[in-house]
């Protein structure tokens, strides 16, 4: 059985002209866990993750598996198996003469590539050329190729894009249970709802820098309280809440209010003399998902 | 086994696996045999009819002892462009296709790739090369011994003409592969494998019979170079000799200049670029 072994981001950067892309980001992405790694388009995921492989070339920083930069490691698919984006096949080659040619470039026997298309379920379909593929089947194949290696690290980018929900729920069981094998699974999504089900550790972006890392419940108590308020006279408590610099929003059922606690509004409100006809700490529906969006800002909504 | 050699097998996997070389090498055989059917014929007609103006021991102005040479030599002289457009498909089909993610995710060391492209572009451009050169020759002989014109294929001369020639379809290869990796656009390279050698070549070759620079310059086009190197072409028989030449293994060594300076300077820009 392969062991995982640790990624680690040391101060990684990636300048594209006068953008950074990925700022002096920090990370450590530990074995036998699955590891979102979240963001919205555009927050330098996808760049992050071809400077841990070697494909885009750090401005600064460094990015290592198991303590050795990508092209440094003797057989990389044995170590570290990535699926990066759905369109990089040669439409007029097949699922099998793809991974038959990765695993001759990568030294990798053979025999390994009618494994892993049973092991994602691609066999029937292997000797059709990718041209003929939907969006599934070539996550699929992505996937196929990383497991060539049987390596102890994966590395996904958005590997749930497109897959139907048999699809996603098949996934979901298959990265738990590489990671209770004791593999590193790193697998980024730009949707937390997508992953959250099947993630241990998070670590955030947005903007190309990193703004959240630890476990998934270490994420939900960051979620920003609620408040749900109201007064006779809303226009005086809006005034009040303008004041103390609380952001709000004016609904149907009165004012809501983030960042502050229930507390804080009724002591405002009580000291400019504006008197409260509701004053109520709302439940989260989705606590994570709050967090998630206020971490990564407006964008993320998209 | 070598990170190289697994990388020259993946490549050898990549071209075979995909419809472009049988496509290529089918348009190579039957350009270049049809060509060298209808030349021998022509010439051995001319040869034997009254229409032959030239003086004795000549067809149409060729040297009798030049028809056989410059018939089989058509496998290089016009068809050329074929493996350089197979090097540089190898090369741009990667960038376009994306694939060159997953090539360097397997060999990470990119020079490696670039050598195992180089490695495998001189085998199959020497293997078309002999493939048009068995259309060319067999072709061509058996239409000038209809004629009963000599084919010379018991000369020692010949037959070092067809290796110089499978020699030269082994550096076409490697020149295409140079291209592609300086113009990494699919429809870039190949526009310009075409315009040049059907078009900007042939044209400056021409002009180079009657101005004494552009003669200079002329013969080191890479296109006169390969024909130097084989030793016979149907533009020199055509500008009978007036432009110079150069030697056999110069016009080899230009060759190979081009796709080393067109693969190094390749090597150092696109290929070492970002694979986003």
């Known amino acids: 059985m392969p062991t995982g072994v640790p990624i680690e981001f040391e101060g990684v950067t990636k300048r594209f002209g006068t953008v950074d892309a990925v700022s002096d980001l920090t990370a450590t992405v530990l074995p036998g866990r699955v590891t979102g790694f979240l963001g919205p388009n555009g927050a330098g995921k996808t760049t992050t993750l071809r400077m841990l492989l070697g494909l885009v070339t750090p401005t600064r920083g460094r990015a290592t598996i198991g303590g050795s930069v990508y092209r440094d490691l003797d057989r990389p698919f044995a170590t570290v198996g990535a699926a990066l984006e759905a369109a990089s096949f040669h439409p007029g080659r097949s699922a099998r003469e793809h991974l038959r040619v990765l695993a001759l470039g990568s030294r990798i026997d053979p025999a390994r590539v009618d494994v892993v298309l049973e092991a994602v379920g691609l066999?029937?379909?292997?000797?059709?050329?990718?041209?003929?593929?939907?969006?599934?089947?070539?996550?699929?194949?992505?996937?196929?190729?990383?497991?060539?290696?049987?390596?102890?690290?994966?590395?996904?980018?958005?590997?749930?894009?497109?897959?139907?929900?048999?699809?996603i729920k098949w996934i979901r069981s298959f990265l738990r249970s590489l990671a209770d094998e004791g593999r590193t699974v790193l697998v980024s999504s730009h949707l937390l709802t997508e992953v959250e089900q099947t993630v241990d550790e998070v670590l955030i972006v947005a903007k190309g820098r990193l703004v959240h890392s630890g476990s998934l419940a270490s994420l939900e108590a960051t979620?920003?309280?609620?408040?749900?308020?109201?007064?006779?006279?809303?226009?005086?408590?809006?005034?009040?809440?303008?004041?103390?610099?609380?952001?709000?929003?004016?609904?149907?059922d009165g004012i809501l209010v983030s960042g502050a606690e229930p507390g804080r509004i009724g002591h405002a409100a009580f000291a400019a003399g504006v008197e409260l006809s509701l004053l109520a700490p709302q439940r989260q529906v989705s606590g994570l998902e709050d967090a998630f969006l206020t971490l990564v800002g407006e964008e993320g909504a998209l | 086994m070598t990170a190289f050699a697994a990388a020259t097998r993946a490549e050898?996997?990549?071209?075979?696996?995909?419809?472009?070389?049988?496509?290529?090498?089918?348009?190579?055989?039957?350009?270049?045999?049809?060509?060298?059917?209808?030349?021998?014929?022509?010439?051995?007609?001319?040869?034997?009819?009254?229409?032959?103006?030239?003086?004795?021991?000549?067809?149409?102005?060729?040297?009798?002892?030049?028809?056989?040479?410059?018939?089989?030599?058509?496998?290089?002289?016009?068809?050329?462009?074929?493996?350089?457009?197979?090097?540089?498909?190898?090369?741009?089909?990667?960038?376009?296709?994306?694939?060159?993610?997953?090539?360097?995710?397997?060999?990470?060391?990119?020079?490696?790739?670039?050598?195992?492209?180089?490695?495998?572009?001189?085998?199959?451009?020497?293997?078309?090369?002999?493939?048009?050169?068995?259309?060319?020759?067999?072709?061509?002989?058996?239409?000038?011994?209809?004629?009963?014109?000599?084919?010379?294929?018991?000369?020692?001369?010949?037959?070092?003409?067809?290796?110089?020639?499978?020699?030269?379809?082994?550096?076409?290869?490697?020149?295409?592969?140079?291209?592609?990796?300086?113009?990494?656009?699919?429809?870039?390279?190949?526009?310009?494998?075409?315009?040049?050698?059907?078009?900007?070549?042939?044209?400056?070759?021409?002009?180079?019979?009657?101005?004494?620079?552009?003669?200079?310059?002329?013969?080191?086009?890479?296109?006169?170079?390969?024909?130097?190197?084989?030793?016979?072409?149907?533009?020199?028989?055509?500008?009978?000799?007036?432009?110079?030449?150069?030697?056999?293994?110069?016009?080899?060594?230009?060759?190979?200049?081009?796709?080393?300076?067109?693969?190094?300077?390749?090597?150092?820009?696109?290929?070492?670029?970002?694979?986003?």
């Open chain 2, 12 to 276: 050898l996997a990549k071209i075979l696996s995909t419809r472009m070389w049988w496509v290529l090498l089918i348009v190579l055989v039957a350009y270049v045999g049809l060509l060298a059917a209808g030349i021998a014929f022509g010439l051995g007609a001319l040869g034997t009819s009254g229409g032959n103006e030239g003086p004795p021991g000549t067809v149409a102005g060729l040297p009798l002892a030049l028809v056989a040479p410059v018939v089989f030599a058509l496998a290089t002289s016009v068809g050329y462009p074929l493996p350089a457009l197979l090097g540089s498909l190898s090369v741009t089909s990667e960038f376009r296709h994306k694939t060159l993610t997953p090539t360097f995710l397997a060999t990470p060391r990119r020079g490696g790739v670039l050598a195992a492209k180089w490695l495998v572009l001189l085998v199959l451009g020497a293997l078309f090369g002999a493939a048009a050169l068995v259309a060319t020759v067999g072709l061509g002989a058996a239409g000038l011994s209809a004629f009963g014109l000599d084919p010379q294929l018991g000369e020692s001369d010949t037959w070092a003409l067809i290796g110089r020639a499978v020699l030269a379809m082994a550096l076409w290869g490697v020149v295409g592969v140079g291209l592609g990796v300086l113009v990494p656009s699919q429809v870039g390279s190949i526009v310009i494998i075409l315009a040049f050698t059907q078009f900007v070549e042939p044209i400056l070759r021409t002009a180079a019979g009657f101005v004494d620079w552009a003669g200079e310059v002329g013969r080191f086009l890479p296109g006169a170079a390969s024909d130097a190197l084989v030793g016979a072409s149907i533009y020199t028989a055509i500008s009978a000799g007036t432009a110079s030449q150069l030697e056999w293994w110069q016009g080899g060594i230009v060759l190979l200049g081009y796709a080393v300076l067109f693969t190094v300077i390749g090597a150092l820009t696109t290929w070492r670029s970002d694979v986003t």
């Open chain 1, 223 to 252: 979620a920003a309280p609620r408040v749900l308020t109201d007064a006779p006279n809303r226009p005086a408590l809006l005034g009040v809440l303008r004041a103390e610099g609380l952001p709000a929003e004016e609904g149907p």
């Open chain 1, 123 to 167: 066999t029937q379909y292997s000797r059709r050329r990718v041209a003929g593929y939907s969006l599934g089947m070539r996550q699929r194949l992505g996937l196929a190729a990383a497991l060539l290696g049987d390596p102890g690290v994966l590395v996904l980018d958005e590997p749930i894009n497109g897959l139907d929900p048999e699809g």
